[in-house]
Every structure is written in structure tokens, then in C-alpha cells.
């Protein structure tokens, strides 16, 4: 590993000391029944036989438990056992090792020697086809591309209910350096060896551990240290983190109060992941490089560092921090581009909740615990993310911001509650809050509204009044839905109170009506309606039978390889290819299709050609040329033979690309239509939605000629 190069300092801005947050820690905790373990620990990394070995030296002060568990992974082997100088057999469980104090002296700090060895060998998908669940499964691995140990993967003692304070030495071959939270106290190498030092204060939670072959780079974002930890020596992505970094923290400290780690470092991972653990990030190499990651994702993982990290999950009660983190990133991001992005990023997580989210499939946002697939990203991201906007809305901005920076100021490193949030908000809004929350977190599914009966009347000259009807399905939700009614020379807007079946209005305009919409901007969460849905690549991700047609009398063992790898990446454990000519009437009416070429069903080809004008040498797509050899379309539209499935056909391009293609896909579920050049996307877009059961349009009236 190089030493890590500085940069100049940038603004500077005050922060939470490491001090500060120890301090605050201990005198939130003097009257809880938490006891102290400090750890001197050392461990040693072998990266070829994957295995670690670790000594740690653990001084409990004030413990009262007679059976003590320790956080090591059941599999790992523990070679000696010292309490206060006396070796000791620990007791092993199902879910780890105890160590029995009942005989202990408990007026005097208690000392603890563990020395231990282990193998991590879970299977890191370098280059996985799908990345529906982020994490692939993996807890521990230790191998010569690096290291990834995460706090559940048991690799050090952790004493669970104690508040630790930890002193970690990291030996590993020459050039591999670690990263874990807290803060480094430097890397030296040295006979072969590179040992990385870091202390952690309290409050320390489980934690993970990264290592490999760093090139480090070093600077600070106001009083807050920052560094890259990057796989290759690259200055200029290393600039443009470090850059981001630091703008992202100045934006939130002015919203949330003060930084609340000693750092924040972004580590490059060996394969795809997008982890944030307290005071950094952990990244894959082939993510880190996307140009929107720093756009979008570091933001997101930075503001970890206030809800998720800073202010913790209590697990027994759901996780509230995925959305809350999306709102304050994804969506404070759109929005402080122009008030259309906030709206468009709103209307896509409404469209990915009618896509993803089957009713029969749905749960309580309360229930949401962590992210495995896309039905539970829709839920526990996008859904959640909605519910904040909509108190958000409901509370007012100078509300919502008190409420957040209350919850820091009285939350911050403990659990929290869905309850501890709403009476933060309570508090900063002085109103009880109790049906929003019991309405949003305990019921499954979301309204599904409509207007009905839109008369107009004239009231004066150039003054009309537009009556109606808004309309929900049972279950019926409490909702406040805005009502924008457009004229010819003036725009009105009303809020409609709901709780039953249905709510009438009354609205009036100068000028003659022309539109009337409700909900136009996207603040209230609800189904969608079928019609206001484009299809789109997610919908492919649903759980119907999918049938892979090759038009061609033989099928390829390229085209068999693509047709594995998309359905793969979509998420589908079976998937059957098939010759068109050999499929029955059933088969293609009862499948979703994915057609790798011209379809020969007269049915099938009109629905393709009602989307693009095929050439001899390539085809249209919105008025643009591409061409048969170069350029790859896949595009996704309703099966014109069934109602409840999902046509799509992956089109001209080399076929040598298009595996490669097919991993791409799903990357971009939000989409109806994408074209590559070669294997890079080059265009990407949705097929236009024709009507909305919240939409009343005027027929223009007609133009007089002379």
C-alpha cells in the first residue's frame, strides 16, 4: 500500500468530535444497565488459506451476567480460554461460544484472554447476473482479490449489551491494509507484514472489515477527515469522491446537526456491493466507476451516517432508515434539480410499487427489516420514502427539519423506534400523529382513487364552477389529495379531505376549464391504475412463467447462453426456450415472451411494429436510424394475447454482445425501451401512458374559419 497523499483542506466547518460523541454516549448510558468491555484485539489475515487467526484481550468493568455470550461465529475454533488468569472451556451453543462467570469476583474488573482461529469462505460473485439482493449472501470472506467481514459474520468477540471500545491491530501480507469504522492510528509494513491500526470508541457496534491492496488518498471536509481507499491508483476518481464527499456533509450537517463519526472513508470492494457502515462506505469496483454513483449513491450511503448509523435501527420494530435516507437523498436530489425531477422520481416510485408490488404480495411497511429482492426494495425504499414526503407534506417543511434534527439531538447511537420518530415529529409539529403512522406502517397495499361525475357550470361571465366526485376503493385510507383545475386563462387549487368511499368538490376558475387533475404532482402514495402504467423491464421481474422464443428454426448455443443470462438477471429460476414454431396457442397466451428476433405470429409482429419501423438494414425508433449490425433494441409492452402478461423482443446488434447485453437489462427495470451500440446503452425511455382515472380533460373547442 502507498501512504496516502494529501489534499488541501477544504471549507472548514465544525463537527462532532470523537471526544463529543463518547462523551454525549456515556452520559446517555450512566443510568442504563449497560456495562464496559474494552478489547485490545490482533488479528491476523492469510488470504491464501482464508483463514484468520485473532487474540483479544477484553477488560469488563460493572458486568453482572453469570453466562456471557460472545459474538464468535459457532465455527470458528477457540484455542485458549483465560478468565482472570484461570483457563476456562467455553460453552458452545447453536448461535455461538458462552463463557461462564458465575464463579467471578464481580467487585473487580473482570479479564478475559480469547486466542481464536477461523475460515471465511463465502462465495463473492466477482461479476454476479443478478444483484436483486445486494448483499449475494455473503458475510465472510477472505481471499487474495481481499476481504469482506461483516459484523454478523462473528470474527471477533463482540460482547453483545456492553458498550465496547475497541483497539484493533490488523496483520496481514505485505501491502493489504484494512478499514473498519473509528479512526486509523496509522499503517506501517514491515518483515513481509502490513499492520493497520484503528481505535473505535463507544458506541461501537458489531463491525465489518474490509482489506485488500489500497492506494489511499487523504483529505478532509472541513474538520472531518476523508479518504479513498481505492483498488488502483486513480487521482482523478479519488479527487472526485473526496470532492463529493464534502459537499455532501456540509449539505447535511445544515440539515441534521454535526457529522457524527470520526471520518468518512469510501473503500473499494472487490466485487459489487453498496454498503454504508458507520463513518464509510464500502463500494464495488465496477459500481464505483459508474458516473452516477457519486450523483446518487455516495449521497445516499453519506446520510447513512444520520439515520441507519448514527441514529440506529431497533430491529424488533421494522427499518425506518432505508426510506427515510432514500427521501433525503434520491428524492432531495431531484428536487433541488427542478420541482419536475422531484415529481418524475415520485410518479417512478408509484410506478415501481404497481409493477413490483402484486396486492396478494404486499405487507406492512412496519414489517420491512432489510432489502432481498425487488418486492421488498418497492416496500422499504420507494414506499417508505413516499410516507415521509407525505408527512412532509402534511407537517410543513419547518416541522419536518425540527423533527429530524430532534431526533439527532435525542437519538443519536441508540435504537430507535418507529415510535421514537413520531414523537420527534410530534413534538416538532405539536400534534398527535398516531392515525398517520398506525394508517401508514400496520396496513398493507395503498389507495386506489378515481374522479367520477365532473359537471361544469357557469357561474358569471368568464366564471365557471366544476363539481365532482373523488373516489376510493375499500380498504379506505385518510388522505388530503390537491386538485388542480386548469382554464384557459388561470389555474385553481383545492384539497380534498377523504376517509370513506367518497368526497365531493367544488372548484372555480376564471376562464373556461380545460383540465382537472388530481394529484398532479405525486404527493400522495396509491396503486396506480393499469392505464397510467408504461410497461416496462421491471415488469418482467414478476413471478408469471417466462418463455424465451428464438423465431429461427435453430436456436443457437449463443442465443440458449443469452436466454440463461437474462433470465437470471431478471430474477427467474426457470425459464424455458423454445423454437416459435413449435409453441401451442396455450403456451404463448400463459407466459410472459421475451422473442430474441422478428416474431412470425401475425398478432406478436404487429405488436412490435407498433413501436418501431423495421428496415432491410436496421430499424426506426422515434424518428432515429440504428443499425442491424451495430445497434441492440430490446423493448417491453403489454402481450397482446393476454391482459396479465408482458411481451418483449431483444433485436438485431451482434450476437456475440448480447449475453453481455442481457446482464444489462435489469439494471435499467424503470424503462420501457433501450437501444445499445454494441454493448453501451445508448438510449433509454418509456413508451407514453395514454389516460389516468384522475384526469378530466375538456374537448377543445372548435376553431372558427373564416
Request: charged share 20%; proline share 8%.
Amino acid at each position: 500500500m502507498t501512504s496516502p497523499r494529501p489534499r488541501k483542506n477544504l471549507n472548514r466547518r465544525k463537527h462532532l468530535t470523537g471526544f463529543a460523541t463518547v462523551w454525549l454516549w456515556l452520559a446517555m448510558s450512566a443510568s442504563s444497565l449497560a456495562f464496559q468491555a474494552s478489547h485490545d484485539l490482533a488479528v491476523t489475515l492469510d488470504p491464501d488459506t482464508a483463514s484468520l487467526s485473532g487474540t483479544d484481550r477484553i477488560r469488563l468493568i460493572d458486568c453482572a451476567k453469570d453466562i456471557l455470550p460472545i459474538g464468535l461465529n459457532p465455527r470458528i475454533r477457540i484455542q485458549s480460554l483465560q478468565v482472570n488468569g484461570v483457563p476456562q472451556v467455553a460453552i458452545p451453543t447453536g448461535t455461538g461460544p458462552t463463557i461462564d462467570l458465575s464463579a467471578t469476583d464481580r467487585k473487580a474488573p473482570i479479564e478475559l484472554i480469547i486466542r481464536y482461529e477461523g475460515r471465511f469462505q463465502d462465495e463473492a460473485p466477482v461479476q454476479p447476473v443478478n444483484t436483486d439482493n445486494p448483499g449475494y449472501g455473503v458475510n465472510g470472506t477472505i481471499s487474495p482479490l481481499g476481504t469482506l467481514l461483516l459484523g454478523g459474520a462473528g470474527w471477533y468477540p463482540a460482547i453483545a449489551g456492553a458498550v465496547e471500545t475497541l483497539q484493533i491491530r490488523v496483520e496481514a501480507p505485505e501491502g493489504v491494509s484494512a478499514v473498519t469504522a473509528g479512526r486509523s492510528r496509522g499503517v506501517a509494513t514491515m518483515d513481509g507484514k502490513t499492520v493497520s491500526r484503528w481505535q473505535i470508541d463507544p458506541p461501537a457496534e458489531r463491525l465489518a472489515l474490509s482489506a485488500g491492496r489500497y492506494v489511499v488518498t487523504a483529505s478532509n471536509a472541513g474538520d472531518v477527515p476523508t479518504a479513498t481507499y481505492f483498488l488502483s491508483d486513480d487521482q482523478r476518481l479519488a479527487d472526485t469522491y473526496l470532492q463529493a464527499t464534502t459537499d455532501y456533509i456540509a449539505l447535511y450537517e445544515d440539515q441534521f446537526g454535526p457529522y457524527p463519526f470520526p471520518k468518512f472513508a469510501i473503500v473499494e470492494n472487490f466485487f459489487p456491493t453498496g454498503y454504508g457502515f458507520p463513518s464509510y462506505t464500502l463500494i464495488g469496483s465496477r459500481v464505483l466507476r459508474l458516473p452516477f454513483i457519486v450523483r446518487t449513491s455516495l449521497g445516499h450511503e453519506i446520510a447513512h451516517c444520520w439515520w441507519g448509523n448514527g441514529v440506529r435501527i431497533d430491529p424488533s420494530d421494522g427499518n425506518w432508515s432505508e426510506g427515510l435516507t432514500s427521501y433525503v437523498a434520491e428524492h432531495l436530489y431531484q428536487e433541488m434539480a427542478s420541482p419536475e425531477a422531484g415529481r418524475e422520481h415520485r410518479q417512478q416510485l408509484l410506478r415501481n410499487y404497481a409493477t413490483l408490488v402484486a396486492p396478494q404480495e404486499d405487507f406492512p411497511l412496519r414489517r420491512f427489516s432489510h432489502r432481498y429482492n425487488p418486492l421488498t426494495k418497492v416496500i422499504g425504499y420507494d414506499k417508505c420514502a413516499m410516507v415521509f414526503h407525505m408527512l412532509h407534506q402534511m407537517v410543513g417543511d419547518r416541522a419536518f427539519q425540527e423533527g429530524l434534527r430532534h431526533l439527532v439531538a435525542t437519538r443519536l447511537h441508540q435504537e430507535t423506534n418507529w415510535k421514537d420518530l413520531q414523537t420527534a415529529f410530534e413534538y416538532a409539529c405539536g400534534s398527535d400523529l398516531t392515525w398517520f403512522f398506525q394508517q401508514w406502517l400496520d396496513r398493507p397495499g395503498a389507495p386506489r382513487l378515481w374522479l367520477e361525475a365532473i359537471q361544469t357550470s357557469v357561474v358569471s361571465p368568464n366564471t365557471y364552477r366544476v363539481s365532482g366526485v373523488l373516489r376510493q376503493s375499500p380498504p379506505f385510507f385518510r388522505l388530503q389529495v390537491p386538485l388542480t383545475l386548469s382554464s384557459t386563462t388561470s389555474e385553481a387549487v383545492v384539497n380534498v379531505a377523504i376517509d370513506g368511499r367518497s368526497a365531493p368538490f367544488q372548484i372555480t376558475v376564471r376562464g373556461e376549464p380545460t383540465r382537472l387533475a388530481a394529484d398532479p404532482e405525486a404527493h400522495v402514495f396509491r396503486r396506480l391504475a393499469p392505464e397510467e402504467i408504461p410497461a416496462s423491464i421491471n415488469a418482467l421481474k414478476q413471478k408469471a412463467p417466462l418463455l424465451i422464443v428464438v423465431p429461427s428454426d435453430r436456436i443457437t448455443p449463443s442465443q440458449q447462453q443469452t436466454a440463461a443470462t437474462l433470465a437470471h438477471a431478471l430474477g427467474r429460476s426457470a425459464m424455458v426456450i423454445q423454437r416459435e414454431k413449435d409453441l401451442t396457442p396455450d403456451q404463448m397466451a400463459t407466459h410472459d415472451l421475451v422473442i430474441m428476433g422478428i416474431p412470425a405470429h401475425p398478432l406478436l409482429k404487429r405488436a412490435l411494429l407498433g413501436k418501431i419501423t423495421l428496415r432491410p438494414e436496421g430499424f426506426d425508433l422515434n424518428g432515429h436510424a440504428y443499425n442491424a449490425v451495430r445497434d441492440c433494441f430490446f423493448g417491453v409492452w403489454p402481450h397482446p394475447l393476454s391482459r396479465d402478461r408482458m411481451m418483449a423482443v431483444l433485436l438485431y446488434g451482434s450476437e456475440n454482445h448480447q449475453e453481455t447485453i442481457a446482464r444489462k437489462i435489469p439494471h435499467y427495470g424503470r424503462y420501457s425501451y433501450l437501444v445499445f451500440m454494441d454493448t453501451t446503452n445508448q438510449v433509454k425511455g418509456n413508451w407514453p401512458t395514454t389516460a389516468s382515472p384522475l384526469v378530466h380533460v375538456w374537448p377543445a373547442a372548435p376553431v372558427e374559419t373564416p
